[in-house]
């Protein structure tokens, strides 16, 4: 999917759970690489672990010097095209269909970098819902 201009369009889907929300016994946040990674539905997938949290009524959790289990906030996130995220979204949503809270955004560039190669632009894309 591109834009009137033939830039690329890409989507973010970032899925806001606990450490210790699980699914089937598994965290929710690896259950998803997991399955997003078997799957091949998405080009990859970043799950990033913050220290501090609440939500609702509920007090502030985080980590604590002596505890069983972890309690702090988790952000997976998926960039992928919007086409793709299709898919992606109905494994998100079958793995998080008891707790969670997923947003998703549009974003107009994506640029990614490895030793060998560069792919993508700074070029804004053009995108309306």
Not at 97 to 107: A, F, K, L
Request: aromatic fraction near 8%; charged fraction near 25%; avoid cysteine.
């Amino acid at each position: 999917m591109v834009d009137g201009a033939g830039r690329p369009l890409w989507q973010k889907l970032m899925v806001h759970s606990s450490e210790a929300t699980l699914h089937d016994g598994v965290p929710v946040h690896r259950a998803i690489v997991r399955k997003l990674f078997e799957s091949r539905a998405a080009a990859g997938t970043t799950v990033l672990r913050g220290i501090w949290g609440f939500y609702g009524d509920h007090k502030p959790h985080g980590d604590a010097l002596i505890q069983f289990r972890r309690q702090v906030p988790v952000t997976t996130i998926i960039i992928d095209t919007p086409d793709r995220m299709q898919n992606i979204f109905g494994i998100v949503d079958e793995l998080t269909e008891r707790r969670g809270v997923i947003t998703s955004e549009m974003v107009p560039a994506v640029v990614t970098t490895t030793d060998e190669r560069r792919y993508g632009t700074t070029e804004l894309a053009d995108f309306e819902f």
